[in-house]
């Protein structure tokens, strides 16, 4: 009996998420209480690393944002727009508030640091927004457009704002002035508890991995903002323990909204598969299966039987094989079985009849990305069924290796080959250079007649 390993459960997920966001919170509120304890929250007089930190904030945050708005243009998702703008909100604060101040004084500014404040509640309500609704939207890019353009306006009314004479008041002492930032600060903290909470939520609901991510990001900033609260002066340039926490949070929010985009261009692999193998079967499977219609009504009609029956065979047997190499292709699309067992089983199952011998070399160092396996997969078996079905092939080569630090594919056979500057090739050559195409592969074809053909795939840098 094989073995048959199964995915975790969606509660099963969800169990484990939870026990390491548990943990973390723990880890956190762990070492900010021993961090306070020890008066090690006043940060370090360090004004290149702060501009540095504050710099790479700026830049992740973009990063994210752009990330976010292309996922929402090609899903429509609400989420994806707030999700964009929050971080778009989050990148025009930094610059403005924090990076651009820097250059020119060296003075710690109030109203810098309200503006900031200010740019963090709108970024942060646009992503506590995010976790609580599940619409989409169609008309996408002028949804994008406005949001970016209301939110530049936002900020560069805030940036002159903060500067109006008598706007804000002097500078006041330390204390103060911590008393005046805490209650900012434990609104932010409150908001990204929530947003936690929500994309908690919706991770136990949905099983989405970027919910995930986003709620261990936020996670980070509750206890960054906590840090902010117990930190004497924000109003510094000063390298702050919160600061660590809030860059961190962006590097994961990078990663995990990366995960995302790679998953959505691998459904979309699938699915663009999927209607390919949709479009065999109309063209395949479906007219095997009426052959066998119609065959079954000539016997019904009278026909001889041993004239009909071989026939019928053949039908049933063609439209056979013709499911099998479907599900195959699918299954190693779709990532339910790994590429090379999926591969290997469509050579046995080509081969069962003995009508064609298949020598498969398969390096197992050589990685092939989802899109690349869906293709690859499909390059093969056409060349396959070019060897067999029109070059009269007795035996064929498959290997996917390394060669001269490249990924190489190719399709070998010993069959009859033909005039390749005559001849361009059929349809199944031509689907063979597109699919080629569609990953970035070279396509290289040598044959010549009595001589057999020989395809290549140069697949793209890895």
Known sequence: MRGKVQSPSRPDL???????ELVLVGALALGTIVLWANHSLDGYAVPEARLALDTAVAVVAAIVCVLAA???????????????????????????????????????NTGDAWGYVAASLVSTV?????????????????????????????????WIVVRLPGTIPGAPDAETLGER??????????LAVAAAFGFGLRFRRHARDLDSWLALALTLVVFADLHYILAPIRVSQDLL?????????????????????????????????????????H?????YLFAISTHVSMLEAGSPLEKTLPKLK??????????RYAVLALSSASGTAPFDAALRRYVEVLTADGALDVELEIDRSVSLAPDEQIEVFRIVQEGLANARKHADATRAWVSVVHRNGRRVVTVRDDGIGFDGEEHGGG????????????????????????????????????
């Open 241 to 281: 323990q919160g600061d660590f926490l809030r860059l961190l949070s962006y590097g994961v929010l990078l990663v995990g909204v990366w995960r995302a985009i790679s998953q959505a261009e691998f459904g979309r692999a699938v699915a663009d598969e999927r209607a390919r193998v949709a479009e065999e079967i």
């Open 70 to 108: 292309v996922r929402f243009l090609v899903e429509g998702r609400v989420l994806d727009l707030l999700l964009s703008g929050g971080f778009f909100a989050a990148t025009l604060g930094a610059l403005a508030f924090e990076v651009v101040p820097t250059f020119g004084t060296s003075s710690p």
């Open 14 to 20: 969800y169990r484990s998420w939870l026990i390491g």
């Open 181 to 190: 930032f805490a209650p900012a600060y434990a609104l932010l903290a409150l």
């Open 427 to 462: 349809q199944g050559l031509k689907s063979m250079r597109r699919r080629a195409a569609a990953i970035e592969g070279g396509f290289g074809l040598t044959t010549s007649p009595e001589r057999g053909t020989e395809i290549e795939i140069v697949l793209r840098a890895a």
């Open 314 to 323: 053949a039908a049933s047997v063609a439209a056979q094989h013709e499911a």
């Open 126 to 158: 646009l992503v506590a927004g995010s976790a609580f609704t599940d619409r989409r939207l169609t008309h996408r890019s002028r949804a994008l457009a406005i949001g970016a353009v209301a939110l530049a306006l936002a900020v560069a009314g805030l």
């Open 283 to 287: 063209d395949g499977l479906a007219q």
